[in-house]
């Protein structure tokens, strides 16, 4: 199973539903993305899955989080690439059964934000992240 192409599927399909919230279409964007994405297998699809829906379920605590943390952006003004990762990992990080060491979701979030971001994108996404791996240390 490759993680980094179920977080490559799941942060497309949030992207996506940050444009069409409904419901009824977050499986049908789902298999979008899925098909967007290059070398993912069947094994990947259940934790894509979970990355969205999970990210999901918390996502008013995790867009808290952010807004406390990125005191010099409003989360509204964040790239929604750049929005959609930093939930998605600090999802991983905080609220996820499995959580992942911290590190990892940062590094697999920053090798996303380089790869669907601004040039600046890695680095913001990165910061951002470090400071929000205090709190779920602490």
């Known amino acids: 199973m490759s993680r980094r192409s179920a977080r490559e599927a799941a942060l497309l399909t949030l992207f996506q539903l940050e444009f069409d919230a409904d419901k009824a279409c977050e ?31 918390f996502l008013s605590e995790i867009d808290a989080e952010i807004e406390r943390m990125a005191k010099e952006w409003k989360l509204r003004r964040m790239a929604a690439v750049d929005r959609n990762l930093i ?11 499995e959580r992942i060491d911290p590190p990892v979701a940062i590094n697999e979030a920053v090798e996303l934000a380089k790869k669907y971001g ?5 680095r913001y996404v990165n910061g951002i992240l470090a400071a929000m791996q205090k709190a779920v240390q602490s």
């Open 27 to 57: 499986e049908r964007v789902s298999d979008l993305a899925i098909d967007e994405v290059d070398g993912i297998t069947e094994e990947d699809l259940p934790y894509a899955h979970n990355l969205v829906h999970g990210t999901r379920s």
């Open 118 to 122: 601004s040039d600046d994108a890695g």
């Open 87 to 97: 939930r998605m990992a600090y999802y991983e990080m905080r609220y996820q059964e």
